[in-house]
């Protein structure tokens, strides 16, 4: 069984600010996909940015980029020119792809980060 | 928009009850899934259609089922509901064009008085 790990419960940081949350997971596939997905106060997920394992490269979307060491299980997403709109729970997301299918996704407990005017 | 759809928004029901919640997923999407978000919980996979089969399950109770039809929406049924399956209901679906990226509806909030 897969488990995902946010050490940071709750994070606080000044508009304009560059932020990392950090995740660490836990597995014995070889085959998966990492997510970090946002739930802002409406409680929609929405989707932030996805990473597959076999990628060596580090993948960015806009502000939102990751740091992905295989190696060394770690999936940390850093959020450069923080943002009023992205005061959210920001929750790390591992799911194993075999190949009768995907698994469900295995979420970490999350981390609300706030963004301080 | 996600473009999945879930129906209703809010159904507040009493103990020993059964509901239905209903899913409809992005149009040409054949992965249907259902998660359970509460406090104790966090968010939790529950099960996982694909093109009307069952494909995983994850930490779904016995009292709890689902299913998907032709037309690939889904409802998950839970029954003998207890207190504490008062929670958050997501569904979400996906398909192998979206690179296996599950888009959420806004989900079913269940209260169970």
């Known amino acids: 069984a897969q488990t995902v790990t946010q050490s940071q419960p709750e994070m606080s940081v000044q508009e304009a600010e560059t932020v990392t949350l950090s995740c660490t997971y836990d597995t014995s596939e070889n085959n998966y996909y990492l997510f970090w997905y946002k739930q802002p106060p409406s409680r929609q997920m929405i989707l932030v940015i996805r990473q597959e394992a076999y990628k060596q490269q580090n993948a960015t979307e806009n502000r939102f980029s990751v740091n992905f060491q295989k190696a060394a299980k770690s999936f940390s997403l850093k959020i450069s020119d923080s943002q009023l709109g992205d005061t959210a729970m920001y929750f790390c997301a591992f799911m194993a792809y075999s190949g009768g299918g995907a698994d469900g996704l295995t979420f970490g407990k999350g981390t609300h980060l706030i963004i301080q005017p | 928009d996600s473009g999945v759809t879930q129906t209703p928004k809010h159904l507040i029901t009493a103990t020993g009850q059964r509901v239905t919640l209903r899913c409809s997923p992005r149009?040409?999407?054949?992965?249907v899934y259902w998660y359970q978000q509460s406090l104790d919980q966090g968010l939790q996979f529950l099960i996982h259609?694909?093109?009307?089969?069952?494909?995983a399950k994850g930490n779904i109770l016995e009292r709890f089922s689902a299913q998907q039809f032709p037309d690939l929406h889904s409802e998950l049924n839970l029954s003998s509901l207890e207190l504490g399956d008062s929670a958050l209901y997501f569904c979400?679906?996906?398909?192998?064009?979206?690179?296996?990226?599950?888009?959420f509806g806004a989900g079913t909030r269940l209260s169970v008085l």
């Open positions: 979400a679906s996906s398909s192998q064009r979206t690179g296996a990226i599950q888009y």
């Open positions: 149009s040409g999407d054949l992965s």
């Open positions: 259609y694909y093109n009307g089969e069952e494909r």
